[in-house]
């Protein structure tokens, strides 16, 4: 099927009106080599989408709405799945957690607390020829994760797609999806970043920085858009001045995934609330809503402990066991992927039964 045939106006808007990351053409042409390479070698591929989208309020960009999301679940999502001998695309926000690195870069250690320094003391008492070495109490566990990275980077299994707004997140996550048709149904959308519901139009978007403070008097703005039209803008209230922000919903992409951009591939979506009392609700509305296969819910104060899998059949909670006296609690994600896993093995084999086969 070609997603254009199916496009909604709202959706064929949003990328008509909103620009793509100049490298574009050539990051697909990246993800394309990568997914042709490693199904050839008979491996299936992933997408992990990780980390929270922005939306600008200007287009010089000062002021932005963000997402909550540290990047945990994806980045530690990735390393289980490249462990069970997938591919990986990850397409992360910017600077948020990486697999494998992220065991280092966002720890409350700072990374130098892992490192200690070995070497002989010269006459002055000073270090003299020494070396930096890996603290004895981290050595083995990071021997470990280095071992893993190592044989990633090697197979040249995980690829690294960075995003920062919502809209260079959407441009990305259509592209690889349509890259990722060519190997139907051995692709799989694991997607656990927290996604902008609202941005603000192009055409209501202040040029420069919203002004907070008094302007009568200063030269006039260039491109300043009237106040009547700015998306954000700022009124007087006789106690100070209030931002006030008049955001559009974003086109409900998840809808285009799963019937036009990767069609025969399986979608697990995630959702967040932090009320326990929809969870489950929300969740059953969202497979209801997109028709894909399963949706992965999750609460804000409890997601690294327990996750809920809702697919049509019903639904399963996954729960970490309380790590005994002394021992560390292992992850979540060591749970869910084996899972997912076993569950896109049930989905390949029916459709390789199915009544479409050969
Ligand atoms: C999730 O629910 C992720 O599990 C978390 C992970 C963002 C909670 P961390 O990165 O957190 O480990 O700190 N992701 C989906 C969030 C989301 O925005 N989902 C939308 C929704 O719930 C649907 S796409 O409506």
Redesign the pocket.
């Known amino acids: 099927m070609n997603s254009s045939t199916i496009a909604s106006p709202d959706e064929n808007e949003y990328f008509e009106t909103h620009s793509a990351p100049p490298n574009l053409p050539e990051l697909s042409r990246i993800v394309q080599g990568f997914v042709l390479r490693h199904h050839a070698a008979g491996r299936h591929v992933v997408l992990v989408s ?3 989208t922005t939306v600008p309020l200007e287009n010089q960009t000062v002021r932005f709405i963000d ?10 999502s990735a390393e289980y799945f490249l462990e069970a001998g997938y591919a990986v695309v990850f397409l992360h926000r910017q600077f ?2 990486l697999p494998y690195s992220r065991h280092y870069s966002h720890s409350t250690n700072c990374f130098l607390d892992y490192l200690s320094e070995w070497g002989r003391i010269g006459e002055d008492g000073n270090q003299a020829g020494g070396d930096v070495v890996v603290h004895s109490k981290y050595r083995a566990q990071m021997l470990d994760v280095l071992r893993k990275y190592r044989r990633a980077k090697e197979g040249r299994t995980l690829l690294l797609l960075p995003f920062t707004t919502v809209t260079s997140y959407l441009f990305l996550l259509r592209e690889v999806a349509m890259q990722m048709q060519m190997i139907g149904n051995g692709a799989l959308f694991y ?5 902008s ?1 609202f941005f603000v139009p192009p055409d209501r978007m202040a040029e420069h920085k919203i002004q907070s403070g008094d302007l009568s008097g200063a030269p006039e703005t260039e491109g300043a858009k009237p106040a009547t039209q700015a998306a954000a803008t700022t009124k007087e209230t006789g106690a100070g001045k209030k931002l006030v922000i008049d955001l559009d919903p974003v086109p409900k992409f ?1 809808k285009r995934l799963v019937e036009g951009w990767a069609p025969e591939a399986m979608i697990i ?5 932090t009320d326990p009392n929809i969870l489950l609700y ?1 969740c059953r509305q ?1 497979l209801e809503r997109y028709r894909h296969h399963l949706v ?3 609460l ?1 104060s409890t ?2 402990f327990e ?1 809920v899998f809702v697919d049509k059949e019903g639904e399963q909670w996954i729960r970490v066991p309380e790590a005994k006296d002394g021992e560390e609690q292992i992850e979540i994600e060591s749970l869910i992927i084996p899972e997912v896993v076993k569950r896109h093995e049930i989905v390949m084999s029916a459709k390789k039964d199915g009544p479409m086969a050969g």
């Open positions: 990780s980390g929270g997402n909550f999301s540290a990047g945990t679940r994806g980045a530690t948020s957690l997607l656990a970043a927290a996604v519901d998840l979506s995630f959702k967040l609330e929300k969202a992965i819910g999750n804000l997601r690294k996750v």
